[in-house]
């Protein structure tokens, strides 16, 4: 059965620009999240999505956004691109459920470079 | 104070040993606990999960948890070159997964 997949995989950006990310979960997962992961910081939560909703939030500006879709796939955004948002930006699906078990699977990774 | 604390290493051990690796939590609330191993380059992949106090074995991993001192470790026995790789602890709060910087294990031949 098909992973996680991410697009795109990599992909340079400039100061101010803003930048779409898309993530598909495995078949019948309903439960999409996003981490951001940096040499210094480690993987942290950005948020969570079930059933087109934002179930859970972390502690990122109001520059950084996401959805779900009908079909669980997710998308995130950053707007107003800073150099510190070079990052590589993770999607975890899991089945979902009442709560989050906390057994994702993970995508490839979308690799952001802000130049 | 971090949520999830784990010494990020590098933990160097000989093959055939036994690597253990450990990590401390501040919410006593909370009630999953996860390992994930990360290879170099690679994403995260979920290797062990426990949810009670006391012992988890599967294979050659064990996963040992105690609440009241907020501690959860990995026991990696007859460790192998291909076990090197970054592990990282993830504690559920309220209902997000928190993850630990992770500790660098390298287990030299």
């Known amino acids: 059965k098909a992973g996680v997949t991410q697009t795109p995989r990599y992909l340079i950006k400039t100061r101010g620009q803003q930048v779409t990310l898309s993530c598909s979960p495995i078949s019948g997962h309903r439960s999409v999240s996003w981490y951001q992961q940096t040499p210094g910081q480690g993987l942290q939560f950005l948020f969570e999505y079930f059933s087109e909703t934002q179930r859970n939030k972390g502690n990122f500006p109001g520059r950084f956004s996401g959805r779900q879709f009908s079909n669980s796939r997710s998308e995130m955004n950053v707007s107003t691109l800073e150099l510190g948002d070079s990052a590589l930006y993770l999607c975890a699906s899991s089945f979902g459920g009442t709560e989050n078990t906390g057994e994702l699977f993970f995508g490839e990774g979308s690799r952001l470079t802000v130049l | 104070q971090k949520e999830v604390e784990q010494n990020s290493g590098p933990l160097s051990v000989p093959e055939g040993a036994i690597a253990s690796l450990n990590c401390t939590y501040s919410d006593r609330g909370s009630q999953s606990f996860f390992w994930y191993r990360q290879y170099s380059g690679k994403s995260p992949e979920l290797i062990m999960s426990?949810?009670?106090?006391g012992d988890k074995e599967d294979g050659r991993f064990t996963a040992q948890l105690n609440k009241a001192s907020q501690y959860v470790s990995l026991l990696i026995r007859d460790s192998q070159p291909s076990d090197s790789a970054t592990y990282l602890c993830?504690?559920?709060?309220?209902?997000?997964?928190?993850f630990g910087t992770g500790t660098r294990l390298q287990v030299f031949p």
């Open positions: 993830a504690v559920t709060n309220t209902d997000k997964l928190i």
């Open positions: 426990i949810y009670s106090n």
